[in-house]
């Protein structure tokens, strides 16, 4: 039998009356598996920090997302979001499921090539497109969503220069009733700016006008600020087919999509106010089905959701390093887990349970992470068991833009692995060493 931590004993104070902020009382259970697999063995095994996703979990997610928009619409494509993250084993499981990629730089974009996408797989989005990636992506019929006029203009420059064909969508921006707007990207709908943009389109006979893509933001807690975009979109689109004759092939809604993690600051938790892919997905396909769009003439939906699809699918888990008291009395623990690992602890009070049974005393307490920083919390008040120096514990929903947002800064970035649908595990990024992050650098000769 397994023996039981010594805690030490505590005296609580009962106080009558209104609970507090932290509520009567507070559980943490433990979490010792993810896919059946013991998380203290994985961290023996990899080493701490690990970085844990679970492919069955990520497959669910792209079954559930298809079945909520396919049984409602007949024509829906994914298109991966590869800056969520773009890890290649990843990106292949989405591929594998039927995902395009949709990519927002070159580097995106070479990334999806060499994990066996196609051109005319990939929505290559973004405001900072080269004149050489445009050139490359025109080539290989890439589908480019024009962000602003000075690419309009210099994408009919490359065409006109190589003499090609590039097939082009718009990003449109709009008022949905999520504030502030993201009107940085894109054109405007309201000031006449996308239809500027669609008439000079329609104009050049080297461009091929395929689709209408919007972005209304991140994490969209209303599923009617997406029937708002897709209606003002299918405007868009029949007032296309009236004046010009022409059906674009699709409507691209972007991602935005909220997952269950629990903003800060958020008085109810995100389990409990994440809207449903159905929910999103009913806004979505009512606004164009009963938009003026011919019905046999309907466009695909195609959706890059991202965080939904994936932060459910990661963990990180880690160690205690350090324990201490605060000057206010609050307890601490330093761990092996800092920002530069989970950048997402700046606007998510990420869910996190120890790995181990404990007595089921809490107390308030400030997670830390090991960087020489004052910005280094992970969590900066939460209900916790008081974990020892060695013991283990783990971070849920941390598959978004953690893999692709994290640094090398001042600790080296730890192994990531995959649990396969088999229950057996794969490392699919090695863990960093000193050689590996000085490999790039040259010395002069004056310095050696």
Not at 55 to 70: G, P, Y
Request: hydrophobic share 40%; charged share 20%.
């Amino acid at each position: 039998m397994e023996k039981k931590v010594f805690e030490r004993p505590t005296i609580t104070k009962l106080t009558p009356g209104m609970p507090s902020k932290h509520g009567s009382g507070a559980a943490i259970a433990p979490i010792r598996y993810i896919e059946g697999l013991k998380i203290d063995d994985l961290l023996e095994k990899y080493g701490s920090p690990l970085y844990i996703f679970s492919e069955s979990v990520i497959r669910k997610n792209i079954e559930d997302l298809k079945r909520s928009f396919t049984v409602r619409y007949p024509k829906v494509q994914i298109a991966w979001s590869y800056k969520t993250n773009y890890l290649d084993a990843i990106c292949r499981i989405f591929h594998q499921e039927g995902s395009w990629a949709e990519v927002v730089s070159g580097f995106e974009y070479d990334k999806a090539r060499r994990n066996g996408i196609p051109g005319e797989h990939i929505i290559f989005n973004g405001p900072g497109k080269t004149e050489a990636e445009l050139l490359k992506a025109a080539k290989e019929g890439a589908y480019i969503h024009i962000d602003h006029f000075d690419e309009l203009f210099l994408l009919a420059k490359v065409c006109q220069a190589n003499n090609v064909t590039a097939r082009v969508a718009i990003r449109v921006n709009m008022d949905v009733g999520i504030y502030p707007k993201w009107d940085r990207f894109g054109f405007n709908y309201e000031n006449g700016e996308a239809w500027d943009a669609i008439n000079r389109i329609m104009a050049n006979p080297q461009f091929k006008f395929m689709g209408l893509h919007t972005h209304i933001g991140t994490y969209i807690m209303t599923a009617e600020a997406y029937r708002i975009a897709a209606s003002k979109l299918s405007e868009l689109a029949a007032a296309v087919a009236q004046k010009f004759n022409h059906y674009i092939a699709y409507i691209d809604m972007g991602g935005g999509f909220a997952s269950r993690n629990t903003l800060r600051g958020a008085y109810l938790s995100g389990e409990d106010t994440t809207p449903s892919f159905d929910e999103y997905a009913d806004a979505i396909t009512s606004a164009i089905i009963n938009s003026q769009i011919k019905p046999d003439k309907l466009p695909a939906i195609i959706l890059e959701t991202g965080r939904a699809l994936i932060d459910d699918a990661g963990s990180i888990a880690g160690t205690v390093i350090a324990t201490k008291r605060l000057t206010d009395g609050r307890r601490a623990l330093i761990v092996d887990v800092g920002v530069n690992l989970l950048f997402t602890s700046f606007w998510y009070d990420h869910k996190i349970n120890p790995t181990q049974a404990h007595s089921g005393l809490v107390e308030e307490t400030v997670i830390y992470g090991p960087l020489c920083m004052n910005i280094d919390v992970i969590r900066p008040s939460l209900m916790f068991p008081p974990l020892k120096v060695g013991e283990h514990f783990v971070i849920s929903r941390t598959g978004a833009y953690n893999n692709t947002q994290w640094l090398q800064f001042i600790t080296t970035r730890p192994n990531v692995i995959l649990i396969d649908t088999n229950r057996q595990t794969h490392v699919i990024r090695n863990a960093e060493t000193i050689d590996s992050i000085v490999s790039n650098e040259q010395i002069p000769d004056h310095l050696k």
